[in-house]
């Protein structure tokens, strides 16, 4: 599997590159075959995607990462919030994405902030992005506030959102089944074909 990670962070180190590291480490763990992972730091482009507004023409640089996401089987994407949105550079660098590159692709949305009260912006924001770039958004979108590192409940999610990813990228389907008492994070993984198969049964 071709994995590409595009995390708009600005700082170093950085939260959202530490999500976004986590987010990929627990897809090579669940995945049935090696992961070949690719990381778009879109901090390291913003001259360039500054440049390809005004003149048309993409860096080596930023044309190198368009082409890795394109040509991924499945993507994690994370940015931090800004004005309770996603960041500009986020914004932008998918902007200047060809408009069928996402068709059908899997794609695992992710966000930092420094409070809760911003997590709806995977929702109100981050989803409809890619709704409208015709990608397939895994169901489990991950958020982490400051106080989610080191609290229970974000290793869960960032699983369960892995998993999903997996599930969809190996072609089978995200079945979501009773979690264990007081978790909230169990789900399966069910190929297409036995789904299928048990759905022509019925």
């Known amino acids: 599997m071709k994995l590409t990670v595009v995390s708009a962070g600005l700082s170093v180190p950085s939260s959202t590159r530490l999500l976004a590291d986590r987010l990929a480490a627990s897809v090579q763990a ?13 901090r390291e482009l913003a001259t360039e995607i500054a440049q390809n507004f005004t003149s048309g023409f993409p860096g080596k640089a930023l044309s190198d990462a368009l082409d890795a996401v394109a040509s ?14 996603y960041s500009g550079l986020f914004k932008s660098f998918f902007d200047l994405i ?7 692709k899997p794609v695992l949305l992710a966000a930092t902030g420094g409070s809760a009260r911003h997590s709806l912006v995977l929702e109100h924001a981050m989803r409809p992005l890619f709704a409208y770039l015709r990608a397939m958004t895994v169901p489990t979108a991950v958020y982490a506030a400051s106080e989610d590192w080191g609290a229970a409940g974000l ?7 892995a998993g999903e990813l997996v599930g969809l990228t190996e072609g089978g389907l995200v079945n979501h089944v009773p979690a264990a008492a ?21």
């Open 155 to 161: 290793d869960g999610r960032i699983e369960r959102a």
């Open 182 to 202: 007081g978790t909230g994070d169990d789900f399966d993984v069910v190929p297409f074909e036995e789904q299928l198969a048990a759905l022509q049964a019925e």
């Open 72 to 85: 991924a089987d499945g993507l994690i994407v994370v940015t931090p919030v800004f004005s309770a949105s």
């Open 30 to 42: 669940q995945a049935a075959g090696p992961v070949e992972v690719r990381v778009v730091e879109v």
């Open 98 to 104: 060809d408009k069928d590159a996402l068709t059908g």
